[in-house]
């Protein structure tokens, strides 16, 4: 059987007239959780289900202000040697979002640089503000289809966002917007589980990324193009990137195979931009093909500054042409 040491031999209560210190941090710390746990059930601004969230203490290792109910970026790579953590009262480092894929929770009060406070990592949360459209309309073949985005990322600037992959799962949501209001995006409400066993974000062949510097990156893949009759080898995209174009509104990314002068184990692989879903237009029988990698669609925020609403991968794993497209043996 385990030991179990009662809290009233480890904190013991002062009787009045008793001469008094100052808390260990412990205990300190152990009050202000109940007194934040007794704000979350009883205050209607936090509207976070009690019982049904996973909350740490996280150290703004920043000099921003972490901000209530934004994104927070778990800082895994802080933790060293240098930064002993003490297991009785334990915290982890946290700044403001700048990998939109890392792992993330929501800030449950403002944390000052150099300061702690609560984030919830896990359970349900209600997001009063998140952008995008739900549903949205992709298609590679010409033909509109229904395409729910069921995650929400956080963006950069601190703002969430609707995308078809990510960490947080869409449980409801409500649009606000019926339509643009000047050149501001539709926008919406949502309820969301934070961290899901299903929650992911796609990094394999063919994955497309917003670098933040106008540019889109695609990660390298495979294809089923030979590159020789007796050769296991195949034609392969490089990593790369695409520039993004604001002509073109949404715009698409296409993994492009031209054809040489060597016949047909003659391949060459690029990712463009364009602004068709099927990319017919680049296409040219016997010597061009294409196949659909991303969706990217934009908008104008308030500020006037062109930046990206989402991003939505449609395709996952190798590319074969094989299934679209009639190749001579």
Same mark, same amino acid.
């Given at each position: 059987?385990? *030991?179990?040491?009662?809290?009233?031999?480890?904190?013991?209560?002062?009787?009045?007239?008793?001469?008094?210190?100052?808390?260990?941090?412990?205990?300190?710390?152990?009050?202000?959780?109940?007194?934040?746990?007794?704000?979350?059930?009883?205050?209607? %601004?936090?509207?976070?289900?009690?019982?049904?969230?996973?909350?740490?203490? @996280?150290?703004?290792?920043?000099?921003?202000?972490?901000?209530?109910?934004?994104?927070?970026?778990?800082?895994? &790579?802080?933790?060293?040697?240098?930064?002993?953590?003490?297991?009785?009262?334990?915290? @982890?480092?946290?700044?403001?979002?700048?990998?939109?894929?890392?792992?993330?929770?929501?800030?449950?009060?403002?944390?000052?640089?150099?300061?702690?406070?609560?984030?919830?990592?896990?359970? @349900?949360?209600?997001?009063?503000?998140?952008?995008?459209?739900?549903?949205?309309?992709?298609?590679?073949?010409?033909?509109?289809?229904?395409?729910?985005?069921?995650?929400? *990322?956080?963006?950069?600037?601190?703002?969430?966002?609707?995308?078809?992959?990510?960490?947080?799962?869409?449980?409801?949501?409500?649009?606000?917007?019926?339509?643009?209001?000047?050149?501001?995006?539709?926008?919406?409400?949502?309820?969301?589980?934070?961290?899901?066993?299903?929650?992911?974000?796609? &990094?394999?062949?063919?994955?497309?990324?917003?670098?933040?510097?106008?540019?889109?990156?695609?990660?390298?893949?495979?294809?089923?193009?030979?590159?020789?009759?007796?050769?296991?080898? @195949?034609?392969?995209?490089? &990593?790369?990137?695409?520039?993004? *174009?604001? %002509?073109? &509104?949404?715009?698409?990314?296409?993994?492009?195979?031209?054809?040489?002068?060597?016949?047909?184990?003659?391949?060459?692989?690029?990712?463009?931009?364009?602004?068709?879903?099927?990319?017919?237009?680049?296409? %040219?029988?016997?010597?061009?093909?294409?196949?659909?990698?991303?969706?990217?669609?934009?908008?104008?925020?308030? *500020?006037? %500054?062109?930046?990206?609403?989402?991003?939505?991968?449609?395709?996952?794993?190798?590319?074969?042409?094989?299934?679209?497209?009639?190749?001579?043996?």
């Amino acid at each position: 059987m385990y *030991n179990v040491t009662p809290t009233s031999n480890i904190f013991k209560d002062v009787l009045p007239g008793e001469p008094w210190q100052p808390e260990p941090a412990a205990r300190y710390n152990a009050v202000n959780e109940l007194l934040r746990q007794e704000n979350n059930i009883n205050s209607a %601004h936090l509207t976070a289900v009690a019982g049904n969230q996973c909350c740490i203490n @996280v150290f703004n290792t920043s000099n921003r202000l972490l901000d209530f109910r934004k994104a927070v970026q778990i800082d895994t &790579d802080f933790a060293g040697p240098e930064n002993l953590i003490n297991l009785s009262d334990p915290y @982890v480092c946290g700044k403001p979002v700048e990998d939109e894929e890392c792992f993330w929770g929501i800030a449950l009060e403002n944390i000052p640089p150099g300061k702690a406070g609560m984030v919830q990592i896990a359970g @349900v949360f209600s997001l009063p503000e998140v952008w995008g459209v739900r549903p949205s309309q992709i298609s590679y073949n010409g033909n509109p289809e229904p395409f729910y985005q069921n995650y929400i *990322n956080p963006r950069k600037d601190g703002a969430f966002e609707l995308n078809n992959r990510g960490r947080a799962r869409v449980l409801w949501w409500q649009t606000t917007r019926k339509e643009n209001q000047g050149n501001l995006p539709k926008a919406g409400r949502a309820v969301v589980l934070l961290n899901t066993p299903d929650s992911y974000i796609y &990094d394999g062949m063919f994955a497309v990324k917003d670098n933040g510097n106008g540019n889109l990156f695609v990660k390298g893949g495979l294809t089923d193009l030979a590159l020789g009759i007796f050769s296991d080898k @195949v034609a392969t995209l490089e &990593d790369s990137e695409v520039s993004i *174009n604001p %002509h073109n &509104d949404p715009m698409y990314v296409h993994l492009v195979a031209t054809k040489g002068n060597g016949g047909i184990y003659d391949w060459t692989l690029k990712a463009v931009n364009g602004f068709t879903a099927n990319g017919m237009d680049m296409y %040219h029988p016997g010597q061009t093909m294409v196949w659909p990698l991303a969706r990217y669609n934009s908008a104008t925020d308030y *500020n006037g %500054h062109y930046s990206p609403v989402n991003l939505i991968q449609i395709q996952y794993g190798p590319v074969n042409f094989r299934e679209r497209y009639y190749l001579e043996q």
